[in-house]
């Protein structure tokens, strides 16, 4: 009985998502049971999605843990954790790319929309410097030091550097 209800499942779960994609209300255990196909060619991922998700408390939180917390969970091997913690960087990257264009921000709403997307994935500290002209106009944007969940160094030189540049 239980190898019909989960027959055909990944070709059923990829045609849902072909068909009309996922949208906010997917639950969030179906993106990581689709993403796991690509790094698990021939095991349920269902299981595994649903036990990352319970294991880290929501699916931000599996998306911020550590290859090697991600490991710790049964079924996730290294591809697998490897391309989870990928997602971060991939998705900071389109943002980032998206925005490439903006070059001046009318208020400080438009300049909170553009940071959020500079800081997707950091779990950590960041300290950075937002440049902008007298209008608006953006001149530049550098990250300057990271540091750990609380705190980060920075030095006044590299401070100093950035603002030259």
Not at 30 to 40: A, G, N, R, V
Not at 87 to 116: C, H, V, W
Request: net charge neutral; hydrophobic share 40%.
């Amino acid at each position: 009985m239980s190898d019909n209800l989960h027959k055909e499942h990944r070709k059923r779960l990829r045609n849902e998502f072909l068909s009309q994609g996922f949208n906010d209300s997917t639950p969030k255990h179906k993106l990581l049971e689709l993403l796991m196909f690509y790094s698990i060619p021939r095991k349920d991922t269902n299981d595994i999605a649903h036990l990352l998700i319970e294991h880290f408390g929501s699916f931000a939180r599996v998306l911020d843990a550590p290859i090697e917390e991600l490991q710790k969970v049964n079924g996730v091997g290294e591809n697998t954790a490897l391309l989870i913690s990928l997602m971060k960087p991939i998705i900071r990257a389109y943002e980032d790319e998206k925005q490439s264009g903006k070059k001046s921000f009318k208020n400080m709403d438009e300049i909170g929309t553009y940071l959020s997307h500079k800081y997707i994935g950091f779990t950590k500290e960041v300290f950075s410097i937002l440049s902008l002209d007298n209008k608006g106009g953006l001149i530049g944007f550098d990250i300057i030091a990271e540091g750990d969940v609380g705190t980060v160094n920075v030095s006044t030189r590299a401070v100093v550097e950035a603002i030259i540049k």
